[in-house]
């Protein structure tokens, strides 16, 4: 398998500019998370997905961010409007028998 | 509501001499926990679990952590560390399998110096 895959590795974007992450979890897997790690902040749990439905958005910083999973093999994370606070490197991660597997991560650069 | 503290935000140490990351949890359920390895530029890694059974726990790379209920404890331990462990180690905690939801401490970067 092929592992959890995050497109695109870089992103560099100006204040103001929609972005999207996307995320195909590996096969199999029925729970989907995105976490964001900043230096300041460590690692945060953004959602998860059971069985591709949102169990819990409580770590969405602000109406912002957006994500969806409308099928088991593919999830998005969006970001409207971005701001420079949102740079961030973000994860995907799927997970098994409560063992999550990461994706190499998604580095954001808002300018 | 369960955390984690990872007290080491940074622990240098010497080419193949042991070393001990720490690790405390507060849960009210019982718990799975988790040490994952992160080597710059990358994701994370899972080094070992504990799910149940024996507290002393091996994982990958010669790492192994003991699972101490009584001092809410899952201290991470090497023997002798190489320089390719440099890297930063996170413990991480979930509600027993309630959820797969996983809450991760600060991290700690092991630097190892020749």
């Known amino acids: 398998d092929a592992g959890v895959i995050q497109s695109p590795r870089h992103e560099v974007t100006e204040m103001g500019q929609e972005v999207t992450l996307r995320c195909k979890p590996i096969s199999g897997h029925n729970s989907l998370f995105w976490y964001r790690q900043t230096m300041m902040r460590g690692l945060e749990l953004l959602i998860y997905f059971n069985n591709n439905v949102p169990i819990d958005d409580s770590g969405m910083p602000e109406d912002r961010f957006s994500a969806k999973m409308p099928n088991a093999s593919f999830s998005t994370l969006k970001i409207q409007p971005s701001e420079p606070r949102d740079s961030a490197v973000y994860f995907c991660?799927?997970?098994?028998?409560?063992?999550?597997?990461f994706g190499e991560g998604s580095r954001l650069t808002v300018l | 509501a369960q955390s984690v503290t990872q007290l080491d935000s940074q622990v240098p140490v010497f080419e193949e001499a042991p070393v001990e990351l720490r690790c405390n949890y507060s849960?009210?359920?019982?718990?799975?926990l988790f040490w994952y390895v992160q080597y710059p530029n990358q994701g994370l890694q899972l080094l070992l679990k504990?799910?149940?059974?024996?507290?002393l726990v091996k994982g990958i790379n010669g790492f192994e952590a003991e699972f101490n209920k009584s001092q809410t404890s899952f201290h991470l331990r090497k023997p002798s560390v190489h320089i390719s462990d440099t890297a930063e180690y996170f413990c991480a905690v979930n509600d027993g399998g309630a959820t797969n939801k996983l809450i991760f401490g600060t991290g700690t970067l092991l630097a190892v110096q020749p």
């Open positions: 849960s009210s359920v019982s718990v799975y």
């Open positions: 504990y799910l149940s059974g024996s507290t």
């Open positions: 991660a799927s997970s098994f028998a409560g063992e999550l597997f």
